[in-house]
């Protein structure tokens, strides 16, 4: 059974690590029949493919405020990286305030916010693979960092959850549910396992289903994803961005 979505929360631009326009993933979203859709971009500690500086966000908020955008919201908000084991992010609250949605996520390859936060996040998460100490330490750190953050920041939704980072499914699951963060289903990557998503499920968290696109070309294809959340059992009604 097909299923229509009417909001794809998680699009990058050329302001990050995307290939066009703010404009040009705007149009992506009205062709594919979005009702909304968010301009996330990287924030600045993601090495290489952030934004500058946090202020663009704030400069692209403005800039959308003088659009005219018939037929679609259009939603200015930022993808930040988890920097520090406390739940340290790179968009500080006085930007992220002034934004329509935090996004949160992990990214292996960050400006870290100090030693531990790059021996635990960075360093080990390099080295999971190398042995089963390295991936605990990892998974822990991840874990760990992530629930901190939800208890700092008002996150709309973790993305790609256990992306390349193991992350703990189960404690993690209990504290988006807690907070009313979302759990991201990506299909931009498609690396999540139905079962997995059954897991993080059974304890109460809401999903949202997101195309991670850098290009207009992939904005609102997210079919996929309802695919995967079907095979989990999830119903309609535990993901917000579905048409009911």
Known sequence: MLQSFRADYHVHTRRSDGRASARDMVAAARRAGLEEVAL????PRNIGVGVNAAG????LKREVA????????????????I???NGEIDIPAAVYR???????????YVLPWDWPAARDLVLANQLQGRSRRWRARAVEANTRALMAALEKHPVFCLTHPGLGMPVDIEPLARACARAGTLWEVNTGHLYQRPEELARAARWGVRFVVNSDAHQPATVGRLEEGWQLLR?????????????H
């Not at 009604?237 to 048409?243: A, D, K, S």
């Open 40 to 43: 996330t971009d990287h924030g």
């Open 56 to 59: 663009v966000f704030l400069r």
């Open 66 to 81: 003088t659009w005219e955008s018939p037929g679609i919201r259009v939603l200015v908000g930022a993808e930040a990286n």
């Open 83 to 85: 920097v520090g084991l």
């Open 98 to 108: 002034q934004l329509d949605l935090l996004l949160v996520g992990l990214h292996p």
């Open 231 to 243: 095979a989990a059992g999830i119903p309609p009604e535990q993901v917000i961005n579905l048409r």
